[in-house]
């Protein structure tokens, strides 16, 4: 499997190896836009990798810190009480750049960045660039592309 993200659209698809489309699924990328550096809050571009899967066995709405998972389940109240909080629920796709000096080492690091593709609170937002630099998902469709994928599948995200 190998993964297409759209940046205009707001979508990822999910491509098998022999190049027919999977599935896709609307997403969330960056309020701030793209861009490659360390502290931007932008979705970067290029190729990556999956470098981790997270939280394979936990629950819908599992809140993770850290990449941990906290033991708790995000509910609205959650969310209310600490507004401005980047919750990264269900599920964490780790991405790792693949291109040396665009996406990885230096200061422009998509793994050192910690750029994922998670679960979100805002599902009402999906389709919309609103997160912080990660590809946000629905938090069911986060699990199902989860189990379909693999450490080592490649990532392409693009501008278009």
Known sequence: ?????SISEQKLFLYRDDNTLERSFIVSSAAKG??????????????HKV????????????QFVGRRPTGKIWNPSMSLSNPKEDWIL??????SGLEVGFN????????QRFIYIHGTDE???IGKPTSHG?????????????????????VLISES
């Open 90 to 95: 269900t599920r964490i796709i780790w991405l």
């Open 34 to 47: 793209i861009g490659q550096n360390k502290g931007s809050f932008c979705t970067p571009l290029g190729r």
């Open 123 to 125: 599902e009402i937002n």
């Open 134 to 154: 990660c590809i946000r998902m629905d938090n069911r469709d986060v699990i199902e592309l989860f189990k379909q994928i693999q450490i080592g599948d490649q």
């Open 51 to 62: 470098r981790a899967k997270i939280g394979e066995d936990m629950p819908i709405y599992s």
């Open 104 to 111: 990885r080492l230096g200061n422009q690091d998509t793994m």
């Open 1 to 5: 499997m190998h993964i297409k993200i």
